[in-house]
């Protein structure tokens, strides 16, 4: 079984401020990780993946995520957060031997101006 | 760009009635899920369907659940007896294959049961 936990329910951080959104996971086997994004009134959108190679990804609006297979962690960072940026986000794994995702519980990112 | 879309966005239902959720995924993708998230609580996986059969479900997917794939385009979730639990936002998504491939998610059908 897996297992996925974010710390934080809620993180209120200033616009240009740097922000860190902690994901810790549980499994027996290999898994491949993900961040998902949820905007207001919307689905799911991936943030980004890591499936094997570089331990350090990257999406496409800054954000960035580190594999730390000792610490069973995959934390979601930004340098500098937007307005734009304010929404859910949900870490989740699934196995190679499967395709269902396990979530944690999601933060709540606020940025405020 | 193509997106998952899911109808409708809100139902309203009692007690022990049936309810269908329906979803459109995207249409070259050959594996559809259902997910739902209790207020409060976290996504959970419910069922995964592919080449016209259940492939993996969860323990929440009981004898009271069951998905269809009627026609080419639209993937349907049935609860036969609705019970107060069963309120939640019920998410389809579809994905070209399986397992590391990104899901993509419909906006979700919140479901209430009085």
């Known amino acids: 079984a897996q297992s996925v936990t974010q710390l934080d329910s809620q993180v209120p951080v200033f616009e240009e401020a740097p922000v860190e959104l902690r994901c810790n996971y549980s499994?027996?086997?290999?898994?491949?990780l993900f961040w998902y994004v949820q905007y207001p009134n919307q689905g799911l959108q991936l943030l980004l993946k890591?499936?094997?190679?570089?331990?350090l990804v990257e999406s496409i609006n800054g954000f960035e995520a580190e594999f730390n297979k000792s610490q069973t962690s995959f934390h979601l960072r930004k340098p500098s957060v937007h307005i734009s940026d304010t929404a859910e986000y949900f870490c989740?794994?699934?196995?190679?031997?499967?395709?269902?995702?396990?979530f944690g519980g999601g933060t709540r990112l606020m940025v405020k101006p | 760009e193509p997106e998952v879309t899911q109808t409708p966005s809100h139902q309203v239902t009692q007690m022990g009635q049936e309810v269908i959720l329906r979803c459109v995924p995207i249409?070259?993708?050959?594996?559809f899920y259902w997910y739902r998230q209790i207020l409060g609580q976290k996504v959970e996986f419910l069922v995964s369907?592919?080449?016209?059969?259940?492939?993996?479900k969860s323990e929440i997917f009981d004898d009271q659940f069951s998905v269809e794939r009627p026609d080419g385009s639209n993937f349907t979730l049935k609860i036969r007896s609705t019970k107060l639990e069963d309120s939640a936002m019920y998410f389809c998504?579809?994905?070209?294959?399986?397992?590391?491939?990104?899901?993509?998610f419909g906006p979700g059908t919140r479901l209430t049961v009085l």
């Open positions: 998504a579809s994905s070209l294959a399986g397992a590391y491939n990104e899901q993509f």
């Open positions: 499994s027996s086997v290999s898994v491949y």
């Open positions: 890591y499936l094997s190679g570089s331990t």
């Open positions: 989740a794994v699934s196995h190679n031997a499967g395709n269902m995702l396990t």
């Open positions: 249409s070259n993708h050959l594996y």
């Open positions: 369907f592919y080449n016209n059969e259940i492939s993996e």
